[in-house]
């Protein structure tokens, strides 16, 4: 199967209104007794960026037709699709509550995808946004970003064996507002992340899936690819005569679907 090249399309940091689900913060996490965990409750983890069936189609044509595809392809379903068209980008909403009478400044997120989990378990690592208030801050973690010494959380340490490349911050033709995002005393903010998942990667595992429901699609049957999806992770505060305490979401299940 093909691989693409080149850098994967990416957007700009979106909100939007999604149904919520509360998560349990960890005990443990209680480390002072003024000091009470804030409440963590993600959205619906969506793809704000897909390609179309069509496009998906057009890329796979050459390899399910074989020898002398790639003209046959052109001439029946139009030109190979570009890599904007192929982009693959998901956002994870987190609504934060802080119940304490002093702000809670966002330190860093990091948040970790399996696509297939049932079949596959294919981890594709995980994306670490490190907030800052420099203003050339790039999101990009130092060597102590995104790690914990707590066993309960998840951090970038779990994910050595994946590789990180696959997930990317996304941002457009602007550098995203990656300014220490604060949840005021008594406050909430929704915080929310957008990833690009590297297109190669999506398109190998979505091979087989097309190539079951291609004759469907050449025979004008309505088709639809699932992607089931696992996504989990971290956030880190900076708590006020405590320091830096990290809490832990998910993992949230779903299947994102491509028509």
Known sequence: ?????????????????????????????????????????????????????????????????GAGGALACSALLGPSPSEAELAFVFSVPID??????????????????TLFPATTDRTLGAVCASFCDDATCAGLPDAGTCRSAEPELKDVGDFAAAALRLLTLAAGGTTPDLGVPTIAAHGSRRLTLSIAIDVGTVLELL?????????????????????????????????????????????LAGTWSVE
Request: hydrophobic share 50%.
């Open 1 to 65: 199967m093909r691989r693409t090249t080149g850098p994967v399309l990416l957007v700009p940091l979106a909100l939007v209104a999604l149904s919520c689900n509360l998560l349990q913060v960890p005990s443990w996490g209680q480390r002072s007794p003024f000091f009470s965990p804030p409440t963590l409750a993600v959205g619906d983890v969506a793809l704000t960026a897909r390609p179309s069936l069509d496009a998906l189609a057009r890329w796979y044509c050459p390899d399910l037709i």
């Open 96 to 113: 934060v509550g802080n119940p304490n009478a002093f702000p809670l400044p966002a330190l860093e997120a990091l948040v970790s995808l």
């Open 207 to 251: 091979a087989n899936e097309l190539a079951e429901r291609w004759q469907d699609y050449l025979s004008n049957r309505a088709v639809t690819l699932a992607i089931p999806y696992e996504v989990d992770g971290t956030l880190w505060f900076v708590v006020e005569g405590v320091g830096r305490v990290g809490f832990g979401f998910g993992p």
